[in-house]
């Protein structure tokens, strides 16, 4: 089931970090390059991608440190302090940055509202992880313009222009 609802909160394991977010996804990617599945330990990273002034931090703080990303630009992931969950990472995205958050869906209180949209890097997923039922798959990244709703397409686009101004 979609998120129908505008807001949904989540947070890290010990309660430290908690964050509201007040709007609906861009898209919700579930990655399956070989850096998501060294990172999360798991066969993939499932982010739900919010314009970053849409996430509120409720509670808490954030330390963020800088990772290697497939594409060497890296990604800053944001984790509670104290028992080290990764809540939301930053990419550059095409020079966005700070625009975009990607919210760990497993993070939010109930992360059954935000099911992929498209699954990226299926070119390194593992072998017993099966596809084929699902529409979105790519073996790398995928074309914006093709895949994003025209409404969130021109939301990126002024994200770019304000980086670039700023």
Same mark, same amino acid.
């Given at each position: 089931?979609?998120?129908?609802?505008?807001?949904?909160?989540? $947070?890290?394991?010990?309660?430290?970090?908690?964050?509201?977010?007040?709007?609906?996804?861009?898209?919700?990617?579930?990655?399956?390059?070989?850096?998501?599945?060294?990172?999360?330990? !798991?066969?993939?990273?499932?982010?739900?991608?919010?314009?970053?002034?849409?996430?509120?931090?409720?509670? $808490?703080?954030?330390?963020?440190?800088?990772?290697?990303?497939?594409?060497?630009?890296?990604?800053?992931?944001?984790?509670?302090?104290?028992?080290?969950?990764?809540?939301?990472?930053?990419?550059?995205? $095409?020079?966005?940055?700070?625009?975009?958050?990607?919210?760990?869906?497993?993070?939010?209180?109930?992360?059954?509202?935000?099911?992929?949209?498209?699954?990226?890097?299926?070119?390194?997923?593992?072998?017993?992880?099966?596809?084929?039922?699902?529409?979105?798959?790519?073996?790398?990244?995928?074309?914006?313009?093709?895949?994003?709703?025209?409404?969130?397409?021109?939301?990126?686009?002024?994200?770019?222009?304000? !980086?670039?101004?700023?």
């Amino acid at each position: 089931m979609k998120q129908k609802s505008n807001s949904c909160e989540g $947070g890290c394991s010990c309660g430290q970090v908690r964050y509201k977010i007040f709007a609906v996804p861009l898209i919700v990617h579930c990655c399956h390059c070989s850096f998501c599945q060294r990172q999360t330990g !798991a066969a993939f990273a499932l982010n739900a991608l919010f314009e970053a002034d849409k996430v509120s931090l409720i509670k $808490g703080e954030v330390d963020e440190t800088m990772t290697p990303s497939p594409s060497g630009k890296g990604q800053n992931i944001a984790r509670c302090p104290d028992c080290k969950t990764a809540v939301w990472s930053h990419y550059d995205m $095409g020079g966005i940055k700070q625009g975009i958050r990607f919210i760990r869906v497993g993070t939010l209180d109930n992360p059954e509202i935000l099911p992929p949209d498209v699954h990226i890097y299926t070119v390194s997923k593992l072998p017993w992880v099966n596809l084929s039922n699902e529409k979105n798959v790519y073996k790398e990244f995928y074309n914006f313009k093709e895949v994003w709703s025209e409404e969130h397409n021109n939301l990126r686009v002024q994200l770019l222009k304000k !980086a670039a101004e700023g």
